[in-house]
């Protein structure tokens, strides 16, 4: 029979009790020291600075650093590989876009061996989801997006557009434009999106595609003209543009999205720290929401479960245009 008048037996029998009844203490002490913040581009780029703001956010929740590397490679694979086989504890997420989906593709229509999955990663949260501009430049024949379809069956592959490579976040939204529209355009690789701006401007090329914010100042200004863009609805900085939804193309839509993530098997119990913490910083966060607006970015944050439904339908939307594309090296 057991002594219940043992001091040391009492102690120790209310020690079990406590951390039974309440295993969330042990559990609430996440982070306990700094995050590190995978992102697979170079700075600067369009994945880096939602990850820096987002980053400052979460210092604000957790009084931990969230330490944002930048890894870049291999279209973003580099990146992303690290982080897949990085210790699943909740100390190392991270922060990329359609590259996710893409480069596995990519792999497996090549043969390749692929690197990572976006089944090695549990969605966190989704923190920007803009919609691609397809612009020519001011003084172009084509007024609206119709204008450019009916010129573009009337000149099967003649009208020229750039991108920032094969399979890139401005290649695949205008062949799915494209194919929804049933015309042929010529394509024309470019080293980044910069520079197949620079060759629309310059009348070298007829068309590209970019995020909004890179390319709303030459809009405003009169140097370009906006056609069509890809999202669900109307963009505020460029309200008199139409979605190509709106205009018949419902298989034209595509965002250059930004996202956190963590590695597959990160505990349960972590996850869903993150995850309350990550909508905390993106919803509450006055400075982080502010900075996301000044740079022109269309916030749209959705929690875990609502961001891997969202990733379901852009990975088949993606996938589809991608075998249609076929192969380019």
Known sequence: MLNFKNPFLRKLI????FFIGFPSLAQNNFPNKPVN???????GGAADQPSRLISQALFNVWQQPAVVLTKPGA??????????????????????????IIVPEADRMFGRPTTFDINNFVPLGLLVADPIVLVVKADSPWKTYKDFVADAKAKPTEITYGSSGAYSASHIPIEMLAN????KLKHIPFSGGG???LAVLGGHIAATASSPSAVVNQIKSGALRALVV????RLPSLPDIPTAIE?????????L??????????PDHIVQTLRHDLHKAATQDNGFIQNMTKLGATTDYRDGPEFSDFLTKDADRIKATMLKIGKVD
């Open 37 to 43: 913040l995978i992102v697979p581009f170079p700075p």
């Open 195 to 197: 520079p197949a701006i």
């Open 180 to 183: 929804a529209a049933n015309i």
């Open 75 to 100: 279209g973003g694979a580099i990146g992303a590989a690290f982080a897949a086989n990085s210790p699943a504890d909740g100390y190392t997420l991270l922060a990329t876009n359609p590259s996710m």
């Open 230 to 233: 890809t999202g669900n609805k």
């Open 247 to 255: 205009l018949g193309f419902k298989d034209a839509e595509f965002y």
């Open 14 to 17: 209310f020690c079990l009790f």
């Open 257 to 266: 999205w930004i996202g956190l993530f963590a590695p597959a098997k990160t």
